[in-house]
């Protein structure tokens, strides 16, 4: 009698728990998939992000040393080479720089026409001395800024 109250017990607390620990389980195996999202796929996404940042930050540095930063200057028709507003030029070597660029290869200075006036300076020389406009050669991208009004508009001042 008393082995049959024992396994009344016995089974009555196996029936009481399983109510508690089959949907517990139940909702930790739904889980699962999210705790390998956070688990598994963020690190992975976190080591990529890293990765490709490295990549890009190193990228320029590495390649920057080993391309020629000139391009041959297109002849016009009078026989004499072309030299395109805004970019930095050597006029000896007919080659067109990167901007950025203020020395030729051999050291001399590099020559750059206004891209508003067209007035021919030194390419060290940011602003132009004829029409005010300011635009500062920065590799890999150019960004053209006219001297006034300052960056957020008179009204910022
Ligand atoms: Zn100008």
Redesign the pocket.
């Given at each position: 009698m008393i082995i049959d109250q024992l396994n009344q017990i016995w089974t009555g607390i196996l029936e009481f728990t399983a109510r508690f620990v089959i949907p517990a389980w139940g909702e930790l195996i739904n889980l699962l998939p999210i705790l390998l999202l956070i688990g598994v796929v963020g690190p992975i996404l976190t080591i990529l992000a890293i990765a490709w940042l490295r990549y890009a930050i190193l990228k320029p540095r590495v390649t920057a040393g080993f391309v020629d930063p000139r391009r041959p200057a297109p002849i016009g028709d009078d026989g004499q080479p072309v030299f395109p507003v805004g970019e930095p030029y050597s006029l000896a070597e007919a080659m067109i720089y990167e901007p950025g660029a203020t020395r030729s290869v051999s050291g001399d200075e590099l020559l750059v026409s206004?891209p508003?006036?067209?007035?021919v300076r030194s390419a060290a020389v940011e602003t132009?001395g004829?029409?005010?406009?300011s635009f500062s050669l920065t590799p890999p991208t150019r960004v053209l800024r006219p001297a006034a009004p300052p960056p957020g508009g008179r009204a910022a001042v």
């Amino acid at each position: 009698m008393i082995i049959d109250q024992l396994n009344q017990i016995w089974t009555g607390i196996l029936e009481f728990t399983a109510r508690f620990v089959i949907p517990a389980w139940g909702e930790l195996i739904n889980l699962l998939p999210i705790l390998l999202l956070i688990g598994v796929v963020g690190p992975i996404l976190t080591i990529l992000a890293i990765a490709w940042l490295r990549y890009a930050i190193l990228k320029p540095r590495v390649t920057a040393g080993f391309v020629d930063p000139r391009r041959p200057a297109p002849i016009g028709d009078d026989g004499q080479p072309v030299f395109p507003v805004g970019e930095p030029y050597s006029l000896a070597e007919a080659m067109i720089y990167e901007p950025g660029a203020t020395r030729s290869v051999s050291g001399d200075e590099l020559l750059v026409s206004c891209p508003k006036c067209g007035l021919v300076r030194s390419a060290a020389v940011e602003t132009c001395g004829n029409c005010g406009l300011s635009f500062s050669l920065t590799p890999p991208t150019r960004v053209l800024r006219p001297a006034a009004p300052p960056p957020g508009g008179r009204a910022a001042v």
